[in-house]
């Protein structure tokens, strides 16, 4: 079967599906995959296949098909067809809850090099990924992922994206209502204090900020009560976040501040990165070249002393959604670099690299 042969049968499938044909269909795009020797035709209908073994509720036939894809997008060598092939693996694996797997596949996704279907598929990586920490209860790493999926389908004009997303939002506010029920059950005070900051968030997140104010002081009286300082910079961060949006700038600027203090008084790196950035943002918004240079040189400063940087090229990790590699050592590089570099050995210590693992 050619290539043009391969596009009449498989919109002739998609005919019949849309008609509720789904057997007939799943039958023509089944012989397809028997006869066609066009791979991108292949890969298309492998897609179709996954899409309906998806909303049949046959994950498991779903998986056996994003794994055929996986093997055609690599026989085509392209990087657009890899990205929504690594994406339908991740989906997939959400299906069956196995849900390492699909962060890994998500990860995977992101380490991709720069392709067209990035814009298109990017929001829909992070939505997934953020259903696979939801799964695990990981829930200030889920919020971060379904913010980042709204903020693509609002920028592509993506409906179905946010309304996907708004969904998962709904499961998540759920879940954490039910921790917070545990919580208050038994007296647990970091865990309400926890809550109450994803409460917030989930809140900000929405737009819905006369809400999210009062989840934030609730929490921060709690982290306060409990002397939990690093927790006291993250409400500081999600208050300082509001009132960016509020576009009070000078307030979001205090609160900056005293979170910036409190994580330098614990010695939290990973906070003052984030609270650096976001006063990046704000001074770059409003044209203060000195401000934005002092906190230019403060994150780099940062990201030094932690040494979030590869050792080969000297980039800093996480900038950029890049594949990266730890070492037996416990040396981190990006796999391009080592690919590139071509030596067996770790390029700090020297020592062996034979079993690696991928971050």
């Not at 067809?81 to 339908?88: M, P, Q, T, V, W």
């Not at 890994?104 to 992101?110: I, N, Q």
């Not at 090099?113 to 829909?124: D, I």
């Not at 970091?190 to 997140?205: K, M, T």
């Amino acid at each position: 079967m050619g290539q043009d042969q391969t596009k009449q049968q498989i919109a002739k499938g998609l005919q019949l599906y849309q008609s509720n044909q789904t057997e007939k269909a799943l039958q023509v795009w089944t012989k397809v995959l028997e006869k066609s020797s066009d791979l991108v035709g292949r890969f298309r209908v492998l897609g179709c296949l996954v899409t309906a073994h998806s909303e049949m509720g046959r994950y498991k036939e779903m998986l056996k098909f994003a794994v055929v894809q996986i093997d055609t997008a690599r026989e085509l060598e392209d990087a657009n067809f890899l990205l929504e092939s690594y994406l339908n693996l991740a989906r997939s694996n959400e299906k069956l809850c196995e849900f390492h797997k699909t962060i890994s596949y998500c990860k995977t996704c992101l380490g991709l090099p720069g392709t067209r279907a990035a814009t298109q598929l990017g929001g829909q990586v992070s939505l997934s990924m953020g259903n696979a920490f939801l799964g695990l209860s990981l829930f200030q790493k889920a919020l971060e992922s379904f913010e980042k999926a709204l903020r693509y389908a609002h920028n592509n004009d993506d409906t179905m994206l946010e309304c996907r997303v708004c969904c998962s939002l709904g499961s998540f506010y759920a879940q954490v209502k039910e921790s917070m029920k545990i919580a208050l059950q038994h007296g647990d005070r970091p865990l309400q204090a926890l809550c109450l900051l994803c409460f917030a968030d989930i809140h900000r997140s929405r737009g819905d900020l006369e809400t999210a104010f009062p989840r934030y002081d609730s929490a921060m009286s709690i982290m306060t009560e409990i002397g939990n300082r690093l927790g006291q910079v993250q409400v500081l961060l999600g208050v300082a976040k509001c009132w960016v949006a509020r576009k009070a700038l000078d307030k979001a600027l205090e609160a900056i501040e005293r979170a910036q203090d409190l994580a330098e008084e614990v010695g939290n790196k990973l906070s003052q990165l984030k609270l650096h950035c976001l006063s990046e943002s704000i001074y770059r918004s409003r044209g203060l070249q000195r401000e934005l240079r002092a906190h230019v040189v403060r994150f780099h400063e940062c990201v030094e002393e932690t040494e979030l940087y590869c050792g080969l090229c000297g980039e800093s990790i996480g900038e950029k959604n890049s594949r990266l590699q730890a070492l037996p050592c416990s040396h981190i590089f990006h796999l391009r670099c080592l690919q590139n570099n071509g030596t067996r050995s770790c390029p700090n210590c020297h020592r062996s690299s034979m079993k690696p693992g991928f971050v």
